[in-house]
């Protein structure tokens, strides 16, 4: 005996200890397909479709076939599934995509009949009409296009929904990891109306073309100022949502991001949401440099008090971004600081810091909200004439 052949005698004989009853209740009070009758009794057991199951029923109470159209389904497991599974391979042409999976919304009278139903039998063994459309839609649609269902990360998720009677398409995003060093002073991490690019636009301006997504944003391991570079290699995730294609060549993007003068990247790879997330809660230690002018001469004495900022540094939020940003005191370690005099008034500062010192306001002081500070501890004013971030170390 085939396994397929147990599956039925096994099926015959738990419908036979007491649901029988029940089917020949549905099949003497209504016009009933198959696949509805069979789904009644979905969960008695596995191996075999609804539709056999039903027709399994069927022949154990000697009914003939069903003739006209099923007044739970309307027709939906006589025909109309597979016609909507043509409906939704249109839909997928022109799309570059490897899995999917099937989404529905049932119309108020398919949730009604189906409640009808229900009343005559009981919910004990049923499977809800819902699974089945998205279980049978996805198998043809699989048949038909050869692309696999992936109910947890699908590229493409189908949605039949038949309260307006169409099936609509979400294009999950594509995600892609990389590093980047900005080169140049003067332009923002992330678009931003007020500049003409960003580095978002310089990564993503060949990744667009390539995948013909619809739009883009810019995920990065915490960001330099607007006026910094980054010389250390900064982790980043490009986001382009609804791309038209999906596998793209990254060696050609790198080499189309590399021709930028304004930024460079390299470890290009395919990514996802949940790196996106972990990248955003990241917390990496910065090493800066700064050239800083005073307002007085610095003496080397003076100097010297420089070390007793290594330590815990307390900054209220920074005047410069109070109107995009809770007022809250934060509490940040400085690991390390060394200097180079420049001039008698300017010296360059190279400063290691935990993630979300402020190190501009870590010079100024930023009008006391920033304790203890370099203008502090020297009693002199101080300006930051040049920031680069030169270094971004991982924290374990």
């Not at 915490?222 to 980054?230: F, K, N, T």
Request: aromatic share 6%; hydrophobic share 35%.
């Amino acid at each position: 005996m085939t396994k397929k052949e147990r599956g039925k005698g096994f099926f015959i004989s738990e419908m036979k200890a007491g649901p029988i009853k029940s089917a020949e209740d549905i099949l003497g009070k209504c016009v009933i397909c198959d696949s509805c009758l069979g789904r009644q009794f979905g969960q008695i057991s596995t191996g075999m479709t609804n539709k056999q199951r039903g027709c399994i029923i069927r022949g154990m109470l000697k009914e003939g076939p069903l003739e006209g159209t099923c007044e739970i389904c309307e027709g939906l497991f006589q025909g109309g599934i597979r016609e909507w599974s043509g409906k939704a391979v249109k839909r997928l042409q022109g799309l570059e995509y490897r899995s999917f999976v099937v989404g529905s919304r049932l119309s108020r009278d398919l949730v009604r009949n189906e409640e009808k139903l229900w009343g005559m039998a009981g919910i004990s063994h049923c499977e809800p009409m819902k699974t089945e459309v998205n279980r049978e839609l996805g198998k043809l649609i699989c048949k038909k296009t050869g692309k696999d269902v992936d109910e947890l990360r699908p590229d493409v998720v189908l949605l039949l929904d038949l309260t307006r009677n169409e099936i609509r398409l979400q294009v999950n995003s594509l995600f892609i990891y990389g590093e980047y060093q900005k080169l140049v002073r003067g332009i923002p991490q992330t678009k931003w109306e007020t500049y003409k690019t960003s580095v978002e636009d310089e990564v993503a301006r060949p990744v667009m073309k390539a995948t013909r997504g619809s739009g883009h944003s810019f995920h990065g391991s915490g960001r330099e100022d607007v006026d910094a570079l980054c010389l250390g290699w900064r982790p980043f995730v490009l986001e382009i949502t609804e791309p038209r294609k999906r596998r793209i060549n990254l060696r050609k993007m790198l080499t189309e991001m590399n021709r930028s003068k304004k930024v460079n990247v390299r470890k290009l790879r395919y990514s996802d949401r949940k790196e996106v997330a972990a990248l955003k809660s990241s917390r990496n230690d910065k090493k800066y440099r700064l050239l800083v002018q005073f307002e007085k001469p610095c003496r080397d004495e003076e100097l010297k008090k420089l070390k007793n900022l290594i330590g815990m540094i307390k900054q209220r939020t920074p005047e410069r971004v109070l109107h995009r940003r809770s007022d809250l005191l934060r509490k940040r370690r400085v690991k390390s600081l060394v200097w180079r005099r420049v001039s008698n008034k300017r010296l360059e500062i190279e400063i290691k810091g935990e993630a979300g010192l402020y190190v501009k306001e870590l010079m100024t002081g930023d009008n006391g909200r920033t304790e203890p500070s370099v203008s502090g501890v020297l009693g002199n004013k101080a300006k930051v004439v040049e920031l680069d971030v030169i270094k971004i170390e991982k924290v374990e």
